[in-house]
């Protein structure tokens, strides 16, 4: 250790009790006032950029916090439209069926409700596979609708399960006419997915678009009365014994959900219970 | 020097682990003392003490002295010491700054500092001196980094 190490030392321990001396006596340090004036201008500085530095940090904990809290979001949102769309499907699944059961408490005979579990829609065939079998003491040819009108009947029955064909099969025909000109006719399954009316041209010729085809009742299969569907265009044949008048079905058998098996008396007019309008 | 004891009263509360605050500039002092030696040591914990003590509001030659003496103390032992090791790194700044602590006190209670010294240790220089102990450590192990770098690439 030197000399002038230990001197310096000494020089340094002076200067200062000398400075906590004065300060004891009640002498406020002029010196400690004349550096404040050089340091106070730099606190300043290092305060700001301190505070600058820190508020990038903070803002960039706010960005992530709020990114967290979007991705969040998002996620509730994605489960709330999951649930939106699950009570929706609720509601409409409500409203089926409440209509349904309309329906079947205004109907004079015997029903029995059914759900479609089972489509067919290739070309060949259109039906569709329903939840009532031969447990449910179900026939063949039943007839089948839904609140909007006819659906079907019923070509096979299996246990716990029934196939109906629809309106729009190929094979499929049904006896009809039109509700304003009482014209008779068959409805036939369109291989293109359609359904038309053939009527002879004799009896049709007052036919137009918008009238109503309902059920005829011939034949004692279906009730008469029931809605199949409604004329969008007219076939004209020229001089041919028949026309054709296309229809757009009543039931959009595509959607259909619950369905009526008709099992009581079909001799009934059942015209009254539906909307025709016609 | 300068900055160091501004830095002391404007960026250490940054630095705040719940009340304990770091020295930053006893840690600078420190490690000025074993690089410079003693005289180097002695100045700048003067100058350093004096501004945190105007920086601060506090006594003015409080920490101008203790920090002094610490400077010089460093100094003139740090020829042997090994401060590469954590082992001597953490526990000698713990060790100089209770030492510092210690000084400030007994500075203080000449001038009618009110505070008991139980609590001063308690609540002050011991976690205080903790803090110093692993923050120097970081500072020193930083710098070797950085020197070890630059003798790399030079």
Known sequence: MNRRGLALLGAVVLVALLLLTLQSRGRSSQAADAVAVVTTPVQLVLSRVHRGAFGLWATYLDWKNVRAENQRLRDEIRGLRVDGLAVQETVDENRRLRRLLDLRARLPLGTLPAEVIAREWGGWVRSLTVNRGRGDKIARLTAVIAPEGLVGRVVEVRPGAAIVQVLTDPTSTVGAHAVRTRTSGIVEGDPRGGVRFKYMARDGSGITPGDVIVTSGLGGLFPRGIPIGRVTAIDDRGSALFHYAVLAPAVEFARVEEVLLLTGDTARDLAAHFPTDG | ?154
């Open chain 2, 1 to 154: 020097m300068f900055g160091g004891g501004i830095v002391q009263a404007t960026l250490a509360p940054a630095l705040r682990i719940g009340d304990v605050a770091p020295d930053i500039p006893l840690i600078v002092v420190v490690l000025l003392a074993l690089r410079r030696g003693s005289e180097t040591g002695c100045l700048a914990g003067f100058a350093a003490g004096l501004l945190q003590d105007i920086a601060t509001g506090g006594l003015i030659g409080v920490q101008a002295l203790t920090k002094a003496v610490v400077g010089f103390g460093v100094g003139a032992l740090g020829g042997r010491l090994r401060v590469t090791q954590p082992l001597v790194q953490v526990p000698g700044l713990l060790v100089l700054s209770v030492a510092e602590g210690l000084g400030r006190f007994f500075l203080l209670k000449l001038f009618r500092f009110p505070a008991p010294f139980t609590e001063v240790m308690t609540y002050v220089v011991l976690p205080q001196a903790v803090y110093n102990g692993f923050l120097g450590a970081a500072f020193v192990f930083a710098l070797l980094t950085a020197e070890s770098f630059r003798d790399r690439s030079s």
